[in-house]
């Protein structure tokens, strides 16, 4: 027997009819350096339509790559929509990348058309000789210097054309959006995400036991775009009635505090580094005000417990920790205590990686992939699957990631039956010393609960007897001081002696990677070169 109902494709085209129809007059604002611009979402669908319109005239075609190299603003949204609404696939350039790998990613997807802010256009111009393929480029504002070459102008192509494109009626399945891994060894890979996988995180993103976004909400997206489709939130936003605050390039702490007072969002999406900045900035401010705020999403690394009590201590806020990948769309749990937690006990489990959400299903393995049990105390590396979870990577084969139409997500820690997981480490980062397993992420976590410490990071150093030990490299608050004798000592009351450091490294900034999270590989090529300052404590 079948059923009788209707079989209509999820399509993104979709997403931003509902938006316009039903919340036509929510507002979008962007940043810049002469104030807040606003959009209302019919004004962006409308404008949506222009952009196919003229990309259609510039010849882009079903399947045809468009890319983007933009900060967060109105016209990369525009774009967000119109591109894979048209049947062509948006790839979202990242434009923190090194020139090699950026020309890598550009030709790789096979670019013909890219769309660029002009602030970025000398970013551009680096590796414009090196993409070939590269037919058009679609400047966004104003770049006297002519370092592109030939381009066409973003208004001028809209202007030009009527509101009123007919979006085609797609397969579900097809390819929407490209977006390429970061933080990798090797060459970045990408992802290749379908109307039907977008539309389906959508409603993830928006039901209540995950981020619940909705129309009362109006959201400060400091996730750049350029990372896993800003974690989603653009195309939550018209599905749910969201409004958006658009930051572009203002990402420190003070114009973080200025948005956050002055445009009222209830809840705001970024990395663990962007947030410990804005507390930092925040104890010197006084008309900091945080109050509009009912949470905010961090993901992209752990969360330190210090970074939660203060925000729910000092400003009365929830941190919600969101785990994921670009591999999985990226939302698969969210950090939201169980119903009827007490308040007092909200915070064990604000401080593991998440709860899994509805769609996706998760399980730990070990080494040869005997799956273990959920018991919150068996460690093994988590492979997950789900409608909005990759199962290969585009052009590439790289079958050690999967395993039976799972997804090895390199991630280790437990699973409890409840469905929390708990990230002890990345397979690539985790210290094997003298044959047992010391996390370098619970070591970085504990040292940052010392209030000198701004930021800690910890990789695996070779050790002659114990094969690998841990080396800490911190970051100590502004005028702060504090020797590395009192931190091992800190330590020493919060971890297992043998974990305990002897090599201290004090610095000035954690290398981090293009979107925000620590880069151990530099790490331990600086210690491998000799350029660190090691302080060794018996």
């Given at each position: 027997?079948?059923?009788?109902?209707?079989?209509?494709?999820?399509l993104i085209s979709g997403i931003m009819r509902h938006g316009e129809s039903i919340y036509s007059e929510k507002r979008v604002f962007t940043v810049t350096p002469d104030g807040v611009e606003e959009a209302t979402f019919l004004q962006i669908a409308k404008r949506a339509e222009q952009l196919a319109a003229a990309l259609t005239k510039l010849?882009?075609?079903?399947?045809?790559?468009?890319?983007?190299?933009?900060?967060?603003?109105?016209?990369?949204?525009?774009a967000y929509f119109a591109v894979p609404s048209m049947g062509a696939v948006l790839h979202t350039l990242n434009i923190r990348l090194f020139p090699e790998q950026l020309a890598y990613i550009i030709n790789h997807a096979e670019d013909e058309i890219l769309i660029v802010d002009a602030s970025l256009a000398t970013l551009l111009a680096k590796v414009r000789d090196q993409i070939p393929l590269v037919k058009t480029i679609i400047l966004h504002g104003e770049d006297p210097s002519g370092l592109l070459g030939e381009t066409l102008d973003y208004e001028t192509l809209i202007s030009a054309e009527r509101p009123g494109y007919e979006w085609p009626v797609l397969d579900e399945r097809d390819a929407a959006i490209m977006c390429y891994t970061s933080g990798t060894t090797g060459n970045p890979k990408g992802v290749v995400y379908s109307h039907r996988?977008?539309?389906?995180?959508?409603m993830a993103q928006s039901a209540a036991n995950s981020v619940g976004?909705?129309?009362?909400?109006?959201?400060?997206?400091i996730v750049p775009m350029f990372h896993v489709n800003a974690w989603g939130t653009v195309f939550t936003s018209f599905f749910a009635g969201v409004e958006l605050i658009m930051p572009q390039m203002y990402l420190q702490g003070a114009p973080i505090i200025k948005m956050v007072r002055e445009l009222r969002p209830t809840i705001s999406l970024g990395v663990p580094t962007v947030w410990n900045d804005v507390l930092r900035v925040a104890e010197s401010t006084?008309?900091?005000d945080f109050s509009s705020l009912r949470a905010i999403l961090v993901g992209g690394a752990a969360v330190p417990r210090s970074m939660i009590v203060t925000f729910r201590d000092v400003y009365g806020i929830d941190v919600i920790q969101g785990w994921g990948m670009t591999?999985?769309?990226?939302?698969?749990?969210?950090?939201?205590?169980?119903a009827g937690t007490p308040k007092e006990l909200e915070i064990e489990y604000r401080v593991k990686a998440g709860r899994i959400v509805a769609g996706v299903e998760l399980r730990i393995t070990d080494d040869n992939g005997t799956v273990l049990p959920r018991d919150g105390k068996t460690i093994g590396e988590f492979e997950i699957?789900?409608?909005?979870?990759?199962?290969?990577?585009?052009?590439?084969?790289?079958?050690?990631?999967?395993?039976?139409g799972w997804l090895r997500t390199g991630d280790i820690g437990t699973l409890d039956g409840e469905g929390y997981l708990t990230v002890t480490d990345r397979t690539k980062d985790v210290i094997k010393s003298g044959g047992e397993w010391i996390s370098s992420v619970e070591l970085e976590l504990a040292v940052m609960e010392?209030?000198?410490?701004?930021?800690?990071?910890?990789?695996a150093v070779p050790d002659e007897k114990w094969q690998e030990r841990p080396l800490c490299c911190v970051v100590l608050q502004p005028g702060a001081s504090v020797s590395a004798e009192e931190l091992k000592e800190f330590l020493a009351e919060r971890v297992a002696k043998w974990w305990l450091p002897e090599r201290w490294s004090f610095i000035e900034s954690v290398p981090k990677t293009s979107v925000g999270k620590f880069d151990k590989k530099v790490l331990r090529a600086q210690y491998a070169e000799g350029t660190l300052e090691v302080v060794v404590v018996n």
């Amino acid at each position: 027997m079948k059923s009788t109902m209707q079989d209509a494709p999820l399509l993104i085209s979709g997403i931003m009819r509902h938006g316009e129809s039903i919340y036509s007059e929510k507002r979008v604002f962007t940043v810049t350096p002469d104030g807040v611009e606003e959009a209302t979402f019919l004004q962006i669908a409308k404008r949506a339509e222009q952009l196919a319109a003229a990309l259609t005239k510039l010849g882009v075609r079903s399947g045809d790559r468009v890319g983007t190299f933009m900060w967060n603003n109105q016209a990369h949204m525009e774009a967000y929509f119109a591109v894979p609404s048209m049947g062509a696939v948006l790839h979202t350039l990242n434009i923190r990348l090194f020139p090699e790998q950026l020309a890598y990613i550009i030709n790789h997807a096979e670019d013909e058309i890219l769309i660029v802010d002009a602030s970025l256009a000398t970013l551009l111009a680096k590796v414009r000789d090196q993409i070939p393929l590269v037919k058009t480029i679609i400047l966004h504002g104003e770049d006297p210097s002519g370092l592109l070459g030939e381009t066409l102008d973003y208004e001028t192509l809209i202007s030009a054309e009527r509101p009123g494109y007919e979006w085609p009626v797609l397969d579900e399945r097809d390819a929407a959006i490209m977006c390429y891994t970061s933080g990798t060894t090797g060459n970045p890979k990408g992802v290749v995400y379908s109307h039907r996988s977008t539309w389906l995180h959508s409603m993830a993103q928006s039901a209540a036991n995950s981020v619940g976004l909705c129309e009362k909400d109006r959201c400060l997206v400091i996730v750049p775009m350029f990372h896993v489709n800003a974690w989603g939130t653009v195309f939550t936003s018209f599905f749910a009635g969201v409004e958006l605050i658009m930051p572009q390039m203002y990402l420190q702490g003070a114009p973080i505090i200025k948005m956050v007072r002055e445009l009222r969002p209830t809840i705001s999406l970024g990395v663990p580094t962007v947030w410990n900045d804005v507390l930092r900035v925040a104890e010197s401010t006084p008309e900091t005000d945080f109050s509009s705020l009912r949470a905010i999403l961090v993901g992209g690394a752990a969360v330190p417990r210090s970074m939660i009590v203060t925000f729910r201590d000092v400003y009365g806020i929830d941190v919600i920790q969101g785990w994921g990948m670009t591999e999985t769309s990226p939302l698969a749990a969210v950090s939201n205590p169980p119903a009827g937690t007490p308040k007092e006990l909200e915070i064990e489990y604000r401080v593991k990686a998440g709860r899994i959400v509805a769609g996706v299903e998760l399980r730990i393995t070990d080494d040869n992939g005997t799956v273990l049990p959920r018991d919150g105390k068996t460690i093994g590396e988590f492979e997950i699957r789900g409608p909005w979870v990759t199962a290969s990577y585009f052009g590439v084969d790289d079958p050690e990631k999967f395993r039976d139409g799972w997804l090895r997500t390199g991630d280790i820690g437990t699973l409890d039956g409840e469905g929390y997981l708990t990230v002890t480490d990345r397979t690539k980062d985790v210290i094997k010393s003298g044959g047992e397993w010391i996390s370098s992420v619970e070591l970085e976590l504990a040292v940052m609960e010392h209030p000198s410490v701004f930021e800690a990071a910890v990789v695996a150093v070779p050790d002659e007897k114990w094969q690998e030990r841990p080396l800490c490299c911190v970051v100590l608050q502004p005028g702060a001081s504090v020797s590395a004798e009192e931190l091992k000592e800190f330590l020493a009351e919060r971890v297992a002696k043998w974990w305990l450091p002897e090599r201290w490294s004090f610095i000035e900034s954690v290398p981090k990677t293009s979107v925000g999270k620590f880069d151990k590989k530099v790490l331990r090529a600086q210690y491998a070169e000799g350029t660190l300052e090691v302080v060794v404590v018996n």
